[in-house]
């Protein structure tokens, strides 16, 4: 019940802006109402007379209209909305439909939680020319028999305008918070379908929810969190007798928690390979992106050129947050996906004290980072990961299977959050992907290899304790490690020599994998190669990268049968440096101009 009771908790904190439209944001919806969008408007006067219709945009936001807890989960059988409706409800083509929603509505005006627009309303429902209306105003096309020509119309909503009550009580029906009021204190009277028991939630006596709302995930809209509607033969699963031996949940929470958590994922949600997660603190205060960068990034502020920079600005971001959010707050993160249409699961749950969080964010984005060209140094987003680890390349971009996606979405955000080792499989399709730059472009392959070296500095950190530095280690005697500068200088070698607007490829990005696999094998053929290419060059800048060439030789093994071993990964940190450095290095400018 963690969960509900986190939201049930936001819900009573953010309950000042229950109905409240903000610009650009879904409104969060008091209880016994639920978000939805409207095709059409009708503007009624006093009298209920129809004064006219217009077709909503489908930009206009989402309106909120009060729902039943039948209504609110209705599929197939008829079950009508208190006040907004579909046309198959308001017109009298479907005597069923159109009876549930005149008695429910002259219930609710004739009860002592009326409102002066419900009497319009009604009238106008009960005279019976809506279709004859919307039909004049060129907004419908009946048939012959009076019904809409096109039966999806029968689906379209209607939302309420009434003018001519005076200034406080006209306008929109869908932002007046006193009939929302006046809707939950009608609802909240009429008596229960169940008898009164415990509620798990809260803790205490009150009338229990027959039915749970759908629609929390924009992307499972008729998934439910909870529900039990299995009577039929494995009844319950085998456990129980009845729905309310395994939990009696309120009606109030339960309506407090589904509103927060659709306002919650509306407004701040991430939707990976259709699983949707989200990271929020109860009493609203602004979290860091829990899959993206932790720094809150400015134009004046300068790039992260050096390490220690770096710690600097993640240091500052740190203390920021910090002040922001109080230590003892709580941060609650959680994942949802449906496994079939009707089922919303719960797939990843963890609750936090905020200094635990921030400090978690902190450490993941100091140990998994690398300098990223003309961005200084930086952590891969989350995604940027996932994407390049298990994509599959379509028109020069790596696309992931959405199936793969959200599986590897969560196991990263548990590593990040929960602290856990950086998954071997996760870097091992990064290097392998960082073996082959040739199928990339150019400026694919900075993203790739710096999403690569990030993943391999983080996991050499997790599992043997090494922190790899993000320079040209010129004293480093690792095997893989010289191996990759070599492979990074015939790159260099073979691209000096060539023209201004030269595209071809280089030896040495053809024979990466193969050098890889068999590095001394491919050095020797990679050196009767370059020796054209040399002899193109400056005689300044060739014995310069003669000499480094030599120089990084000496510190090979003189021989032995582990030198022709497949290279490990860190042969790309080696790569990655040796290419990094050289434009920075004045000696080869120099040389230049020999």
């Known amino acids: 019940m963690g969960l509900l009771q986190k939201a049930c908790e936001t819900y009573d904190a953010m309950e000042h802006l229950a109905g409240v439209e903000i610009t650009d944001r879904e409104t969060l919806a008091p209880v016994s109402h639920i978000t939805t969008r409207a095709q059409i408007e009708i503007t009624l006067d006093a009298d209920g007379r129809f004064r006219s219709a217009r077709t909503v945009d489908k930009k206009e936001p989402k309106i909120l209209i009060p729902a039943t807890e039948s209504s609110a989960g209705r599929t197939q059988a008829p079950c009508a909305h208190p006040l907004c409706e579909q046309l198959g409800y308001l017109a009298p083509v479907h005597p069923e439909k159109y009876r549930l929603y ?68 006209s306008g929109p029906c869908w932002t007046d918070r006193k009939l929302m009021r006046c809707f939950i204190d009608y609802y909240a009277s009429r008596p229960g379908a169940l008898p009164e028991s415990l509620c798990m939630i809260s803790g205490r006596i009150s009338p229990p929810a027959a039915q749970h709302p759908k629609g929390i995930s924009p992307i499972n809209g008729n998934a439910k969190l909870i529900s039990a509607n299995d009577g039929s033969g494995f009844t319950y699963r085998g456990r129980f007798d009845d729905p309310s031996q ?107 004290q905020a200094s635990d969080f921030l400090q978690r964010l902190h450490d993941w984005e100091e140990s998994c980072c690398w300098e990223n060209a003309s961005f200084g140094i930086q952590s891969p987003s989350l995604y940027h990961i996932v994407n390049w680890a298990f994509g599959v390349q379509r028109n020069q971009k790596p696309e992931t299977d959405p199936r793969i996606l959200r599986q590897q979405m969560q196991r990263l955000i548990s590593c990040r959050v929960d602290r856990m080792q950086f998954p071997l499989d996760i ?83 053809r024979m990466q994998k ?81």
């Not at 009434?162 to 406080?168: I, T």
């Not at 609203?284 to 050129?305: D, N």
């Not at 060439?549 to 940190?573: C, H």
């Open 246 to 352: 395994a939990a009696t949940i309120g009606y109030l929470s339960s309506q407090k928690a589904h509103c927060a958590l659709r306002w919650l994922i509306a407004n701040q949600g991430s939707i990976w390979g259709d699983r949707t997660f989200i990271c929020w603190n109860p009493q609203g205060i602004s979290l860091p992106p829990v899959t993206g960068s932790m720094r809150r990034r400015s134009k004046q502020e300068p790039r992260a050129a050096t390490p220690t920079e770096y710690r600097r600005q993640l240091s500052e971001a740190l203390n920021v947050w910090k002040e922001d959010l109080p230590a003892q707050a709580g941060v609650v993160i959680a994942a949802f996906d449906a496994a079939t249409p009707g089922r919303l699961a719960l797939t990843y749950y963890n609750e936090l």
């Open 427 to 509: 870097e091992r399709a990064l290097v392998q992907k960082a073996s082959q730059l040739l199928l990339y472009e150019e400026t694919e392959r900075k993203n790739l290899l710096f999403v690569a070296c990030a993943g391999i500095r983080k996991y050499h950190i997790d599992h043997f304790k090494e922190e790899w530095n993000m320079a040209l280690d010129k004293e480093n005697t690792n095997r893989s490690y010289l191996f990759g500068r070599l492979l990074a200088i015939a790159d260099t070698v073979e691209r000096k020599t060539y023209e201004e607007n030269e595209n071809r490829e280089t030896n040495a990005l």
């Open 102 to 169: 005149v008695e429910q509505l002259a219930d609710w005006d004739h009860s002592e939680y009326s409102h002066p627009k419900l009497q319009p309303i009604l009238r106008y429902v009960q005279s019976g020319t809506i279709l004859q209306d919307l039909a004049r105003s060129e907004i419908l096309r009946l048939n012959p028999q009076g019904a809409p020509e096109n039966e999806n119309d029968e689906k379209l909503l209607v939302r309420w305008v009434v003018v001519g009550l005076g200034e406080d009580v």
């Open 514 to 594: 193969a050098f890889a696999l068999r590095p001394l094998s491919g050095w020797r053929i990679l050196e009767e190669k370059l020796e054209p290419y040399y002899r193109r060059l400056k005689p300044g800048l060739r014995q310069y990268f003669r000499c480094l060439t030599q120089e990084i030789a000496d510190k090979l093994p003189a021989s032995g049968e582990d030198l022709n071993r497949k290279l490990d990964d860190v042969y790309l940190l080696g790569y990655y440096h040796q290419k990094a450095y050289r434009p920075e290095n004045t000696e080869i400018k120099e040389k230049e101009e020999d």
